[in-house]
């Protein structure tokens, strides 16, 4: 991995332009990280039911475009200033939904389903 985190980077994506209708797979464009946040590159990636059910059902026509695929590895790209828990080069593995790490289910190794995300 190089040292790209000021610059924006080119990937591919699949990416939802409206509710109903079929994913897109084209190029995008990729901000560098900001202020606490990581930029990963992905390796693999699924489109899972939570994906479906927010271009089908769920999402308001606002929430659009979005890149779906958030059940994924990866590897940390680069990080914005404040990031102290993860450097270029960590495997790491998104998650659908933030974790506080305070709460009981953050704090079990069993789930991921934060108390506090909502």
Same mark, same amino acid.
């Given at each position: 991995l190089s040292n790209s985190s000021n610059i924006v980077i080119k990937c591919k994506a699949a990416v939802a332009w409206e509710p !109903? *209708?079929?994913l897109v797979i084209e190029e995008?464009? #990729?901000?560098?990280p900001q202020a606490n946040e990581v930029r990963v590159k992905i390796v693999a990636t699924s489109v899972c039911h939570s994906d479906l059910y927010h271009l089908y059902e769920?999402?308001? *026509?606002?929430g659009f475009p979005v890149v779906l695929g958030h059940e994924a590895a990866g590897i940390v790209e680069?990080?914005?200033?404040? #990031?102290?828990?993860?450097?270029?080069?960590? *495997? #790491?593995?998104p998650?659908?939904?933030a974790q506080?790490?305070?709460c009981h289910f953050c704090k079990s190794p069993k789930t991921n389903q934060c108390a !506090?995300?909502?």
């Open positions: !109903n *209708k079929p995008i464009e #990729v901000a560098p769920g999402m308001h *026509k606002d680069s990080v914005g200033p404040g #990031v102290t828990e993860f450097t270029p080069g960590d *495997k #790491v593995i998650l659908f939904l506080c790490r305070e !506090n995300a909502w």
